[in-house]
């Protein structure tokens, strides 16, 4: 009896602790998948998130903007190596997801800035943001917050390695008013 209990317990558990980390999005022909947030420090004025976007559909789509109530502004961006500097860029016509494609968003590639954050992105929390595809719509997504530990576990088992800051160009980034 005790031995059923103990397993009836264990199937339970991971029953539970599955269901809370499916966190993957559908609308349309598109999955979101995996969508997550950097923590951040005390006062930061930004955080980056990051998915992977699968289009099961014979068109490509695009994903076109964001909006969220804890930032002044949510962009799309690029990180691409010119020359010897990394550099960061807004793409202004947004991102496209090739049919029968994806997408990954991920440090150091292509990613969502939340600009003027009202508030601390601590690990464990989410932020809820509206993304907008160009043909599927708009969708609400809960971003998981992970603090940089996780992340940079989560680059190098992806053969990313840790980034180089040294080489990086910034530009400023103002908060909008």
Known sequence: MKRIAVLL?????GLSSSMVSAHDYKLGSLEIEHPFAR?????????GGY???????????RLISGEADFADRVE?????????????????D?????????????PGGYHIMF???DSQFKD??????????????????????????????????????????????HGTMKKSN
């Open 76 to 92: 799309i961006h690029e990180m691409k190596m010119e020359g010897e500097v990394m550099k960061m860029r807004q793409l202004a």
């Open 115 to 117: 600009i003027g954050i």
């Open 51 to 61: 998915m992977t976007v699968h289009n099961n559909g014979a068109e490509a789509d």
């Open 124 to 169: 464990g929390e989410t932020r809820n943001v509206k993304l907008t595809f160009e043909k599927a719509g708009s969708i609400d997504v809960d971003f998981k917050v992970q603090d940089m530990r996780a992340m940079q576990g989560n680059m190098k088992q992806d053969g990313e390695g840790a980034m180089d800051h040294s080489k990086m160009g």
């Open 9 to 13: 317990s264990a199937a339970i558990l």
């Open 39 to 47: 923590a951040t420090p005390p006062n930061a004025p930004v955080s």
């Open 94 to 106: 947004g991102l496209e997801i090739p049919a029968g494609g994806e997408v990954v968003l991920k």
